[in-house]
């Protein structure tokens, strides 16, 4: 497992937002054609129209799960995409902990414990010490 400090998380978080907005536009595009294709059920209409629809909900919920695989590989964990959270693993004083970014914040403030979760968010300002990465377990960015 990769750990990240604080300043490699904020590093890689320009290219990880960039992504984000692409799995937004798709995250709209899906709910716009989940709305459509339940209107088409609810009014038993056209079967080749709920065909491509469901066809259209699969192929974006694909190409989202792609963009999510993309994230995951920098060493993260996406936690929700509505709204977008990315937990990066990091160490402070031999505990893991999680550094957390959601969608809309400028960079990583917030951290948690990885038994605490979302809920659980408190201002970096609160560590004690420097995050520092495991050396033994750090791989370049």
Same mark, same amino acid.
């Given at each position: 497992m990769k750990y990240f400090t604080l300043s490699e998380a904020n590093n890689i978080l320009p290219q990880i937002k960039l992504l984000? &907005?692409? @799995? +937004?536009? +798709?995250?709209e595009k899906l709910y716009k054609v989940i709305d459509s294709y339940e209107d088409e059920i609810e009014?038993?209409? &056209?079967?080749?129209? @709920?065909?491509f629809l469901k066809t259209e909900i699969n192929e974006t919920n694909e190409e989202i799960n792609e963009l999510i695989e993309i994230i995951e590989s920098f060493g993260t964990y996406v936690k929700g995409i509505d709204p977008f959270l990315v937990d990066f693993p990091a160490l402070h004083n031999g505990e893991e902990i999680f550094l957390c970014w959601r969608e809309g914040e400028s960079c990583?403030?917030?951290w948690h414990r990885v038994s605490e979760g979302y809920a659980g968010r408190k201002h970096v300002s609160l560590l004690e010490e420097k995050i520092i990465p495991d050396e033994k377990n750090r791989t370049g960015i």
């Open positions: 984000v &907005d692409e @799995i +937004k536009e +798709k995250r009014g038993n209409n &056209d079967e080749l129209e @709920i065909m990583i403030e917030y």
